[in-house]
């Protein structure tokens, strides 16, 4: 589900800082995530706008804002899990 607002490519930025356990990238590190479409550093760019990182003047650095930490440590889980072993399922 993606939060609204957010394009797949922002939400991808934001996952690379969880995968590495940074809170700080330079602009090389965001331009090297491999996106499905589009990349380079308009994500993380526009990311600033919405909150979720800060930046240096030049661009060179990106860092997490509170907004974005807070994002990140949402955690979802499914609804019902166990389904492959029959748990929550009732037959009728």
């Given at each position: 589900m993606l939060i609204k607002g957010m394009t797949?490519?922002?939400i991808r930025v934001l996952?690379?800082?969880?995968?590495v356990g940074a809170e700080t990238m330079d602009?090389?590190?965001?331009k090297a995530i491999k996106h499905p479409e589009g990349?380079?550093?308009?994500?993380?760019?526009?990311?600033i706008a919405k909150g979720?990182?800060?930046?240096?003047?030049?661009?060179?650095?990106?860092?997490?804002?509170t907004k974005a930490k807070e994002f990140l440590a949402y955690d979802p889980k499914p609804e019902f899990e166990g389904g492959a072993s029959g748990e929550g399922e009732h037959a009728e």
């Open positions: 797949p490519e922002e996952q690379e800082y969880r995968r602009v090389a590190a965001i990349g380079g550093d308009a994500p993380a760019i526009s990311l979720y990182l800060a930046s240096d003047e030049a661009r060179q650095s990106f860092t997490l804002t």
